[in-house]
């Protein structure tokens, strides 16, 4: 009753191919992902979607309503499906680590370059020299390549300040992206990640112990208003289990959800910890046991691939069936970052993960889509095209989704489209 009464905000019509991903059943709807032909959409005037059919039961729809001025959005026939939802970046930097890249195409490993002093650290010496101004610059124009291969939805964490000043600035911008006047209207939802156990800095490289205390003592209190998730590198080129579950357990008790980056250059132990404290996800997963993803299963967290690592790396990739097999939930994402991951399109994840890891083009889009919600705790706003969810959409120049993967190399999306 009470969505009957909201004013109609916009209506989409004449939407060729709806691929909604609900995650209920919808009247009309076929296959896994409840794909509807010749479709329409209305959002209210809170932005949520109060009512999906065929496209030629609008005018009926809009008989009993009160009348107003509604904008008519025209998808001429297009493809529709939920906007990606890009789980795991690290978008706010500066510099860059192409040299590293070619590095390792002469035979150094990343493990190599970290203890070399390379790799995490040098983006951390590029940022903090950057202004907050360069700074946000630079994220303002890699947000919008984000947005242009079709997300909606992208996490951001910091680990490139190390320090309480760097950090808390990179957190400020962080935040900032979700009201920033530079941004073009068809706006990108963006989710604080504090990451201040990345690495050790330079600084304190011979009392990481004081450094632990710096980020369970001052940071995590001074930050807890302003991130949504606490995350950890658990590596042993990073922070031990130990060290790992006193950041995360002094977070928890703070208010912050968690995350961990587990397993991904060893068996690190990061998997069993991430269930041990209820993280909501853990991502990676390479080097996990059968061990690892029984526990995880059971504590109920998402298991995040990021195949644009293991592209970048050159290193196998991790098997989502055998993940699934496990009976865990998959999300997929970029890792969008200046040494491991430097890609901010979605669509390449998918290929990547269809290609190599063992997913179907419909498990791939659920990844992407409604399991990278649920890798933020945000499955009940995003993620699907459902009655009472945001309405945030990809619109596709192409005229079947199974186009999607089998056209690679060039972006499919024209648009996104967030009311």
């Not at 996490?155 to 400020?172: D, F, H, Q, S, W």
């Not at 011979?206 to 205390?213: F, I």
């Not at 998918?350 to 498990?363: C, D, I, Y």
Request: charged share 20%.
């Amino acid at each position: 009753m009470e969505q009957q009464q909201r004013q109609v905000r916009a209506i989409v019509r004449n939407i060729g191919q709806l691929v909604s991903v609900a995650q209920a059943p919808i009247a009309g709807a076929s296959g896994p992902l409840q794909v509807l032909t010749n479709t329409a959409i209305i959002v209210d005037d809170e932005g949520n979607i109060s009512w999906i059919g065929p496209d030629q039961d609008v005018d009926e729809q809009l008989a009993s309503s009160e009348p107003q001025q509604v904008n008519i959005v025209d998808a001429y026939g297009c493809v529709i499906t939920p906007g990606f939802v890009d789980s795991h970046t690290h978008l706010v930097f500066a510099g860059d680590r192409a040299e590293e890249f070619h590095l390792r195409r002469q035979g150094i490993s990343y493990g190599e370059l970290l203890r070399q002093g390379r790799g995490i650290l040098t983006t951390m010496n590029a940022t903090r020299n950057a202004s907050s101004e360069v700074l946000l610059d630079l994220a303002v124009e890699r947000l919008a390549a984000v947005r242009a291969h079709g997300t909606t939805t992208v996490e951001i964490k910091t680990g490139y300040g190390l320090n309480v000043e760097a950090e808390e600035r990179c957190l400020r911008i962080i935040n900032d992206l979700n009201s920033s006047p530079s941004l073009p209207h068809e706006h990108i939802r963006v989710v604080p990640t504090f990451l201040g156990a990345h690495s050790v800095p330079p600084e304190y490289r011979t009392q990481r112990a004081a450094y632990v205390d710096l980020v369970v003592e001052e940071m995590l209190p001074t930050f807890a208003e302003m991130a949504r998730f606490c995350d950890v590198y658990c590596e042993r080129e990073a922070f031990s289990v130990a060290e790992c579950r006193r950041i995360l357990t002094r977070a928890k008790e703070l208010g912050y959800q968690l995350k961990v980056h587990a397993d991904q250059l060893s068996p690190s132990g990061g998997s069993q910890l991430a269930a041990e404290l209820g993280a909501v996800s853990a991502d990676h997963l390479d080097y996990a046991s059968d061990a690892d993803l029984d526990a995880m299963r059971a504590a109920g967290v998402i298991a995040t691939l990021l195949p644009g690592c293991s592209y970048t790396l050159r290193s196998p990739y991790p098997s989502a069936r055998r993940l699934r097999d496990h009976g865990l939930t998959v999300a997929l994402a970029t890792d969008y970052n200046p040494g491991t991951s430097y890609s901010e399109n979605m669509q390449m994840m998918l290929g990547l993960a269809m290609s190599a890891m063992g997913m179907s083009l419909e498990e791939a889009l659920s990844a992407a889509t409604i399991n990278g919600a649920r890798a933020l705790a945000l499955q009940d706003q995003i993620g699907s095209l459902e009655i009472g969810k945001r309405c945030e959409l990809a619109l596709w120049s192409i005229h079947d989704y199974h186009e999607i993967g089998y056209h690679f190399g060039t972006n499919l999306v024209q648009s996104i489209l967030v009311l």
